[in-house]
């Protein structure tokens, strides 16, 4: 679970290279293999390629600013324009709320169908079939990114939890939330003095964490943190919040032991959350079940036009609700806490409408 899984090495000096997130490489991953499944299912279906191809880049980038406007409408309210502006376009760091993207996704899909698709007379209910397992692909891999960012993470897996648990690094979002929450220290270790001007003086050092492993002791002073001299404990925490570089999960500290005469010494270790239930595992497993629902439905069922999107509507809502009851990120919240259950009810709405349509149809009298 690294948030930058490598760097890409540039010749500048004392630049670190071109950092390549995991998020934003599995949602390049998702884009790419979503867009060549529903090219692949448009050309059985006798819809032009290069017309999907095109919606692909409008889905694409209509659910991009979806996902963005929602998570920014939620947790950042207040901002300037400019700041807004700034943050938008910060997608490698996350903050991609599934339930915007489909909904902005479905605002570039009806825009697209009525300049491009309506004048071929292309059914859109076809055209949104092709694209469901497409979704349901990019939704698994898009998951696999929130596991190498930290985000929509799990709750506390207990002793008594039958699941692997999973651990997170210091950067990660579950680390502050689990820290903030009072479930464990910030990074194995808590200070002797609660004073903000006292000196960095460690006070305990919890028995199962890195930072025992690693060498820290109760009552070494803390002189820098990554290189960074800090005296206090207001220094220190400031460097821990906010001085911290991405990518970077080692902690490296430089301490002098309370003995007189004592040397400086170099401690590293790697803080780790607690066990957390792997929600965002879930979720990518239950999606692969889900897409070879679909394709599987598609090939053996032979559904009627419309049925594929509804399917996928309803599977995808019914997982979703069950899966935000192991989940411990502050989301949902707002609008999105009750996204699963519009869903579903849609789904189940589109599956009865589509059908009732085509019965009304078939029972028209032929000219």
């Not at 979503?34 to 919606?55: F, Q, T």
Request: charged share 15%; glycine share 12%; with cysteine.
């Amino acid at each position: 679970m690294n948030q930058v899984l490598f760097r890409i090495w540039v010749p500048v000096e004392g630049f670190g290279g071109i950092p390549i997130f995991g998020f934003g490489l599995m949602l390049f991953l998702a884009f790419f293999g979503g867009s060549w499944l529903a090219n692949h299912r448009a050309r059985h279906r006798g819809i032009p390629v290069e017309l999907v191809s095109d919606l692909t880049i409008f889905l694409f980038v209509g659910g991009i600013a979806g996902a963005r406007v929602l998570f920014l409408w939620n947790h950042l309210p207040g901002l300037t324009m400019a700041e807004y502006a700034l943050e938008f376009f910060k997608i490698w760091k996350g903050g991609i709320i599934l339930y915007g993207s489909l909904g902005g996704g479905f605002l570039a899909f009806l825009l697209f169908w009525w300049l491009r698709c309506r004048p071929k007379g292309i059914d859109p209910k076809v055209l949104a079939d092709v694209l469901a397992p497409s979704l349901v692909l990019g939704i698994a891999l898009g998951r696999v990114g929130c596991l190498l960012n930290g985000c929509c993470f799990g709750m506390v897996a207990t002793p008594e939890c039958p699941c692997i648990s999973i651990h997170f690094p210091f950067p990660s979002p579950p680390r502050s939330a689990l820290s903030g929450d009072g479930y464990q220290t910030a990074a194995g270790f808590t200070w002797k003095n609660d004073l903000p001007s006292a000196n960095a003086e460690v006070g305990h050092v919890d028995g199962q964490s890195a930072a025992l492993f690693g060498g820290l002791k109760k009552g070494d002073r803390i002189l820098s943190i990554l290189g960074k001299e800090v005296t206090t404990i207001h220094e220190a925490e400031m460097q821990l919040a906010q001085g911290w570089p991405e990518g970077q999960n080692e902690m490296v500290l430089k301490v002098i032991g309370e003995n007189p005469g004592e040397a400086p010494r170099t401690v590293r270790f790697v803080p780790r959350t607690i066990g957390l239930v792997p929600a965002q595992i879930y979720e990518t497993i239950s999606m692969v079940l889900l897409l070879g629902l679909l394709l599987s439905a598609e090939e053996y069922l032979r559904p009627k036009p419309g049925q594929v999107i509804s399917l996928f509507m309803i599977g995808y809502a019914a997982h979703r609700g069950l899966n935000e009851l192991l989940r411990n990120d502050p989301r949902p919240v707002g609008l999105e806490a009750n996204t699963s259950l519009f869903m579903l009810g849609m789904g189940f709405a589109l599956w009865v409408g589509f059908g009732l349509a085509r019965r009304r149809e078939a029972n028209l009298p032929k000219p």
